[in-house]
């Protein structure tokens, strides 16, 4: 079965597969939709004719020896706006000075190399302002295109001249050259809008629109770069058979801890905005009286001393005024390190603090 999406994502079904009463529902909505057109009064009239803006061309005759002038009338035709976003979707515009079935004939002077015209302008979502008009002018109006807001672009407004024909005269000859005579005119307000998500929140925002580009109508979006360096990136690689280009998501790497006996702590907690970067809660002091002092916090290293003072080296012995040895005490570093006894191995001897001489040697 295929999965609930919305119409017109070019997933056709299948044969033998089951269309969901989802889709359908959803396809007929969209056809109503669609199907919602607003339409001038006269339109239905209007409707059974073939030919949209026909120009009509009437020479008036000077009455003398001057040349004679010239006028030219249009029939009945609309400017057909066409916006999917809005409702209705079709919206028929009627055009001022347009001679309708029935209705009064309005001409409009001409001269030869002059051109007919219906012109509308529209705002900055595309939308049409006012009553489209005609009118006659030189043959070298051009468009200004509507443009929506992006970024720092303000949007601009737009200006349209839809040629219908232009007068010529070739060797005194009069005739009208058709261009969009024949036809309504198809005005589309379908653009993309940009903006950035202003959230409320404290900090710096980093837009990711960058800017719009108004001479080629393109809108930049700001590109994130991962700095080369020492150790491992940010950005997770591209994975095997994929670019730059085809990859879907741009994919951040975490920050995690071993699972083991871990020495430093990364702790985020529900509601904290940062990443806590913390060590085990292991806190103690080591001292070596001889030489090393550690203080350790948090389980980190934060304070160690070295003792640059050294002890003293040398042995020191006791022994009976005849000469024989008592004791011996050998130190290094100031430490004792080892003492012997000799006294019971001198038979007859009493040693007394008067009688026992000591003797230093290092």
């Known amino acids: 079965m295929r999965s609930n999406t919305p119409v017109g994502n070019n997933q056709d079904p299948r044969r033998g597969e089951k269309i969901l009463a989802s889709d359908i529902a959803k396809l007929n909505q969209a056809v109503k939709r669609l199907s919602k057109r607003e339409y001038p009064d006269r339109f239905s009239a209007f409707s059974q004719k073939k030919q949209a803006f026909e120009v009509s061309l009437k020479i008036e005759p000077s009455g003398g020896e001057g040349d004679p002038t010239y006028k030219v009338s249009v029939g009945e035709g609309y400017v057909v706006e066409r916006q999917v976003m809005e409702d209705p979707s079709l919206k028929y515009h009627e055009v001022d000075k347009i001679t309708y079935d ?75 050259k058709n261009f969009h005579a024949g036809e309504n005119i198809d005005h589309y307000s379908e653009r993309v809008n940009f903006k950035n998500k202003e959230p409320d929140v404290d900090g710096e925002l980093r837009p990711i629109g960058h800017i719009y580009e108004e001479g080629e109508d393109i809108y930049w979006l700001k590109t994130a770069v991962q700095l080369s360096g020492q150790g491992e990136p940010i950005i997770m690689p591209l994975p095997d058979g994929e670019t730059k280009d085809s990859i879907e998501s741009i994919q951040f790497r975490r920050i995690k ?106």
């Not at 006294?343 to 003797?359: L, R, Y």
Request: aromatic share 10%.
């Open 102 to 176: 029935g209705g009064e004939v309005t001409w409009l002077p001409i001269e030869a190399g002059q051109a007919i015209y219906v012109f509308f302008e529209c705002d900055k979502k595309g939308v049409i302002q006012g009553v489209p008009d005609l009118l006659v002018d030189d043959d070298d109006k051009a468009h200004e295109h509507w443009k929506p807001e992006g970024f720092q672009f303000g949007g601009a407004d737009g200006s349209y001249y839809y040629k219908l024909a232009v007068f010529e005269l070739p060797e005194g000859n009069p005739r009208i």
């Open 257 to 362: 801890e071993l699972e083991t006996q871990a020495q430093i702590q990364v702790l985020a907690e529900d509601g904290d905005a940062a990443i806590t970067i913390r060590g085990n809660e292991y806190n103690d002091d080591i001292a070596d009286a001889r030489k090393i002092t550690i203080s350790v916090k948090d389980g980190l290293v934060t304070s160690m001393s070295k003792t640059e003072v050294t002890g003293w080296w040398g042995t020191v012995s006791a022994m009976l005024g005849n000469g024989d040895l008592v004791y011996s005490l050998a130190f290094e570093d100031g430490i004792l390190v080892s003492a012997a006894n000799y006294g019971g191995d001198v038979p007859g001897t009493e040693a007394s603090p008067g009688s026992v001489g000591a003797v230093v040697s290092g």
